[in-house]
């Protein structure tokens, strides 16, 4: 049986420095349809997926009809 989980957010994702190769976070998830509660996974990010998923969700929010980019 496959579960679907729900990404709820990513929390305290920080560096020892700024020229860091890995990041280290809490992720916040949810079992689709379960009253079970949130769980909080300790995980560690390398650079090369945030800079990936910088671009896919780039692509992503742009491509949406409801999203409008905060102005600056």
Known sequence: MSHQ???LGVRGLA???ETA???TGTMLIHRTGSGEPVEAIQVRVKRSILAELSG???RLLQRSTRFTP???
Do not use: K, V
Request: aromatic share 14%; no cysteine.
């Open 5 to 7: 989980w729900e990404l």
């Open 15 to 17: 560096a020892t420095d």
């Open 56 to 58: 896919t969700l780039s």
């Open 70 to 72: 905060p102005s600056r």
């Open 21 to 23: 190769e890995e990041f």
